[in-house]
């Protein structure tokens, strides 16, 4: 069983930064691409970075770029968000996705959450 556990999240003033973490763990498994998502109250998940399995690529909503980062470490089965110039509107649920392939099948996995509080 592959689980990716998010942490990093909490309560941050405007202009601030948080980095949060997703850390892949399980019984052989390889990671492809990985993804931040996030929800706040009453609206949909919505995309917010992407990052491929080199991390030679990336890509970010219009919302966030310039402000957040995505990157991996891969000996570290690790996902990062560096977030800076934090706002309001960023408030939110993140969650980790990621392609991973384990005992023959590639499906998508998805973390628990870490909650991104950000204070006016």
């Known amino acids: 069983q592959v689980q990716l556990v998010e942490s990093g999240g909490g309560l941050v003033q405007a202009g601030g930064s948080l980095r949060l973490s997703c850390v892949a763990s399980g019984r052989t498994f390889t990671t492809y691409n990985m993804r931040w998502f996030r929800q706040a109250p009453g609206k949909e998940r919505e995309f917010v970075a992407s990052?491929?399995?080199?991390?030679?690529?990336?890509y970010y909503a219009d919302s966030v770029k310039g402000r957040f980062t995505i990157s991996r470490d891969n000996a570290r089965n690790t996902l990062y968000l560096q977030m800076n110039s934090l706002k309001p509107e960023d408030t939110a649920v993140y969650y980790c996705n990621a392609d991973i392939r384990t005992r023959g099948t590639t499906s998508g996995y998805w973390g628990q959450g870490t909650q991104v509080t950000v204070s006016s």
């Open positions: 990052i491929t399995w080199s991390g030679g690529s990336t």
